[in-house]
């Protein structure tokens, strides 16, 4: 065999070996770096909600109060349901597991949840109004859904009275 078909083909399986070496690595590292994804938009959407709280239970102190909620959502989906009087927000096939499964754990007046799914976990967030009467843009039947967006979404909380909270997206 002459030397320089040695040489070639030395240095393809040398390649080839490396490839092989940088796509396991690869495929090991990538299960992680999304469950710490999933983990940081969790800790994120936790802050978001309890900020949202604390706008309306400034805006149920007075009737007539009006104030100005502005997050962004990159991941997951914000519900906000009149007929229940919640704000749910939920991930979908996360990678990262909450909490342990089935068990709902409170995170002040955040109930979280985390349950099974084909591929990894979903995590549900809830605040619970029991207490008041939220309505979204003045009606009880409307349920508003929010997808994630690059744009800022903004909400505007208002105290209508006997314990009414409006939320219209401004």
Known sequence: ?????VVWVSTVLYILISLAIIGLVIAAVTPRINSA?????VE???VM??????????????QGTK?????KMSRGMLTIDPKKDT?????????????EPGVKIKIG???????????GWNVMLMLNYSNLNITFNNQKTTTKILQPAEVPY???????GNNQIDITQG
């Open 1 to 5: 065999m002459n030397k320089k078909g």
């Open 37 to 41: 994804k999933d983990k940081a938009t």
């Open 44 to 46: 994120q959407t936790i």
């Open 49 to 62: 909600l309890q900020d949202i709280d604390s706008t309306i239970n400034r805006a149920s102190q007075v």
């Open 67 to 71: 104030l100005e909620n502005d997050f």
């Open 87 to 99: 704000i749910t927000w939920e991930l979908n096939n996360s990678a990262y597991q909450y909490s």
């Open 109 to 119: 007046k955040i109930d979280a949840l985390t349950t099974k799914a084909l591929a």
């Open 154 to 160: 903004k909400l505007w909380i208002e105290n209508k």
